[in-house]
């Protein structure tokens, strides 16, 4: 079946450093792919999205890269700050007709001061 | 305007119990989803509602869970009877007709806890 995943399930930097989190994805119709933010207590946030007509998009310190080709996307944040500890999910959009979303694993990121 | 709404937030229940949780779409989203993360793994697909139809519900575990929509408004999903593997957090999502990933929106989920 569809699956997600997704690499590191923990990373920690420190404040000012870079944070890479990838995903693979194995079906290949999938065309749209959210990464959502989860902080405690609080339901996963949308923060970025790509289709797949683009190869990456950037949103102030946000950055993800889509290579269709190979199925994997990445998320890249730049000058990390302490609050933006919390658990990562990319996600893909899967199916035909009626569609659904198929989440990797998350990976939990602190970033410490 | 107003997110999705689930409640309760929290809930506690022994084991062969019933639990129901709610779930408030944004007003107007057709779309309604459940989710479920058990701990520590994925966001899991439970079903999907358009309006008051069940479109998809490939990843409810069993039949001892029972999710409706009546009206196609809001949303319960009955547990019944609980078991141990059953907890986790359920989360609940909503969006627009007929362009399923937009405005897709989570609420702030269910966390269910069988002991």
């Known amino acids: 079946g569809e699956n997600v995943e997704q690499h590191p399930s923990t990373l920690s930097v420190q404040e000012g450093d870079s944070a890479v989190i990838k995903c693979t994805y194995s079906?290949?119709?999938?065309?749209?792919f959210p990464w959502y933010k989860q902080e405690l207590g609080k339901g996963p946030q949308l923060i970025i999205d790509?289709?797949?007509?683009?190869g990456e998009k950037k949103d102030q310190r946000i950055a993800v890269t889509l290579n269709k080709t190979a199925k994997h996307f990445s998320l890249h944040i730049t000058e990390t700050q302490p609050e933006d500890s919390a658990v990562y999910f990319c996600?893909?959009?899967?199916?035909?007709?009626?569609?659904?979303?198929?989440f990797g694993t998350g990976t939990r990121l602190l970033v410490s001061p | 305007e107003a997110g999705v709404t689930q409640f309760p937030s929290h809930s506690v229940i022994e084991k062969g119990q019933t639990v129901t949780l709610r779930c408030d779409p944004i007003s107007g989203h057709d779309n309604l989803y459940w989710y479920r993360r058990v701990m520590g793994k994925e966001i899991k697909f439970l079903l999907h509602?358009?309006?008051?139809?069940?479109?998809?519900e490939s990843g409810m575990p069993n039949n001892r869970f029972l999710a409706e929509r009546t009206g196609g408004t809001y949303s319960t999903l009955k547990v019944q009877p609980a078991e141990l593997e059953d907890s986790g957090v359920y989360f609940c999502a909503s969006s627009q007709a007929g362009r399923s990933n937009y405005g897709y929106t989570f609420g702030s989920g269910t966390r269910l806890t069988v002991v």
């Open positions: 509602f358009v309006k008051e139809s069940k479109q998809d």
């Open positions: 790509i289709r797949s007509n683009v």
């Open positions: 079906d290949s119709a999938s065309n749209y």
């Open positions: 996600a893909a959009w899967v199916g035909t007709g009626f569609q659904k979303l198929v």
